[in-house]
């Protein structure tokens, strides 16, 4: 246990990172996966159609290909800046790639949401003259978020433990840590090892009680 | 699934109304499609002589076919050892046998827990200390897929035992059948059966995640594609697009076959 009791303070900063990375881009695939989900049931055939190609590309390409392509597309090439400060420069663009990956995953789990909703509720809704929009927000999303609280929980823990790729895009959290605590004590592999996964168990592990607790309280009775 | 009941069909002024917005969205798509393509434009990456190396047969057969390989034989070893895997942890979560269900217990949702990187970190800069061995990134990588996947199925067939009718195992105990008979010959072919869909779309899942051999160093196809490719010829937004398309069109392919099994079964 030397190692990690040497290191503490880089093992906690590094699990910081990754509860920063994990909050952000939640926070962030939350919205753009909302957003793709109005899309998807759109009267509009465009937003429709883009939202469908959107969700098809982000959900099949490995999130290591989808983070490079940040780091070296949008960073390097395309020059996007988002702070002088280079390494919260990487942060951000890792919270880009783990959010446009991630919202895509959002989208599925909303739209089977949508699905759990009887088809009455947005006809009466329409019936006291609702228009699209307001059916959706005050009638159809309300429901069917509370439908897919534990797929939620399930795909922000997937999320939490996806942080460790931002590696890729230059990002110190805990799997680089972790990488470099077994090249220097590298007679402790096993303790670092335990300990790193032990620090996601525990991440993960409430979270997933969280959930869990919260689906079943905000499950619509029907 | 036709989400149609969400708006009502629009008349002539809805009509009217729903062109003119479609034009406004396409423009604006059209827009940022043209800001894109503009600053790639600015650094060259579309320019013939990016593209044109994907025409010379020596690119494909030194990096794009090798690569594709590394990818599928990770992917395909991880297949097999995670579905073994699967099957044995499923199997004695689902014992009657307290020692043996709660550490089988513990297995899974431990190695469900950790991200997979860190398995594959643990395997390849580990391995020495602890068995005296360098293992192989290949063997690292497959070594994180098994591990992390297997728990994954391994909870999926379990969810599959306990989702069929409880007189399925009582008919096979009626007619005399052992313990493990009753598992292997009744429940797990039905489980399997009935899980396929989502066995398949875990299998996309371990497909995609092969790629992170290439932070070990491992040739798989993002490798070839992004530090072969790329490094030789300075175009790596075409070798990116050209990799994220054949893994879209795999895992497409692997989604219709799940679709269409969860559509015929039963």
Known sequence: ?222 | MSYANLYETPGPRGERRNRVLAGVIALVLLALAYVIYVRFDAKEQWSAAKWTPFLRPEVWTTFILPGLAGTLAAAVAGVVLAGLFGLVFATARLSDHRWIRWPAAAVVEFFRAVPLLLLIFFAFFGSYVLIGVNVSAFTAVVFGLTFYNGSVIAEIIRAGVLSLPRGQAEAAHAIGLRKGQVMRLVLLPQAFRAMMPAVISQFVVLLKDSALGLIVGYDELVDRGLNGIAANFSNIIPAAILIAAIFIGINLSLDRLAHRLSRTKR
Not at chain 1, 83 to 88: E, L
Not at chain 1, 152 to 159: E, K, M
């Open chain 1, 1 to 222: 246990m030397d190692a990690l009791l040497l290191e503490w303070d880089t093992v906690v900063a590094a699990f910081w990172m990754t509860v920063r990375l994990a909050a952000v881009s939640a926070l962030g695939s939350l919205v753009l996966g909302t957003l793709l989900t109005a899309m998807r049931v759109a009267p509009l055939a465009t937003l429709r159609r883009t939202a469908t190609v959107y969700v098809a590309v982000a959900r099949n390409t490995p999130l290591t290909l989808v983070l490079l392509f940040t780091g070296l597309g949008v960073g390097a090439n395309l020059g996007v800046e988002l702070s002088s400060d280079i390494a919260t420069n990487n942060f951000w663009l890792a919270c880009i790639g783990l959010t446009a990956y991630t919202a895509a995953f959002v989208c599925e789990a909303l739209r089977s949401g949508i699905n759990t909703v009887p088809v009455g509720q947005a006809e009466a809704a329409r019936s006291l003259g609702l228009g699209f929009l307001q059916t959706l927000r005050l009638i159809t999303l309300p429901q069917a978020f509370r439908a897919v609280v534990a797929p939620l929980g399930s795909i922000l823990i997937a999320l939490t433990k996806n942080t460790t790729i931002a590696l890729v895009v230059g990002v110190s959290e805990a799997s680089v840590r972790m990488r470099e605590m077994i090249e220097t004590y590298g007679d402790q592999v096993m303790q670092i090892f335990l300990g790193f996964a032990a620090g996601f168990v525990l991440l993960c592990l409430p979270m997933g009680l969280l959930f869990g607790w919260l689906s079943r309280r905000l499950a619509v009775a029907r």
